[in-house]
Nanobody
Framework: QLVESGGGLVQTGGSLRLSCTHS????????VGWFRQAPGKGREFVAA????????YYANSVKGRFTISKDGAKSTVNLQMNSLKPEDTAVYFC??????????????????????WGQGTQVTVSS
């Protein structure tokens, strides 16, 4: 199971750093992504990164403000969030594709691509 940390309350323009790790001591995946769900809305893609190649992918709404990175030594994926806006307020979920993605029939920005999820961490941006 994935475990998220780093959520909290921040003012507009502030920064937060979310981290995602696994409850097991070692963690390896093909892709790790972040999604978010605002009150009354569906879950939306935020960012994703490949485990080995360092390829990353962002939603247009966060491009230039958020950075996803992988700390291989700690088997942790981080989401650095800068210039936060009230519309970034949501529960943020970490997700991983642990099974081979071959023939998955979907892409990184879809929930169905991922087979392992965390419980989420709340991010609140005050205006």
């Amino acid at each position: 199971q994935l475990v998220e940390s780093g959520g909290g309350l921040v003012q507009t323009g502030g920064s937060l750093r979310l981290s995602c790790t696994h409850s097991a001591r070692t963690f390896s995946a093909y892709v790790v992504g972040w999604f978010r769900q605002a009150p009354g809305k569906g879950r939306e893609f935020v960012a994703a990164i490949s485990w080995s190649g360092g390829v990353d992918y962002y939603a247009n709404s966060v491009k230039g403000r958020f950075t996803i990175s992988k700390d291989g030594a700690k088997s942790t994926v981080n989401l650095q969030m800068n210039s936060l806006k009230p519309e970034d307020t949501a529960v943020y979920f970490c997700a991983a594709r642990i099974r081979s993605p071959m023939n998955s029939g979907t892409t990184w920005n879809f929930e169905s691509f991922y087979d392992t999820w965390g419980q989420g961490t709340q991010v609140t941006v005050s205006s």
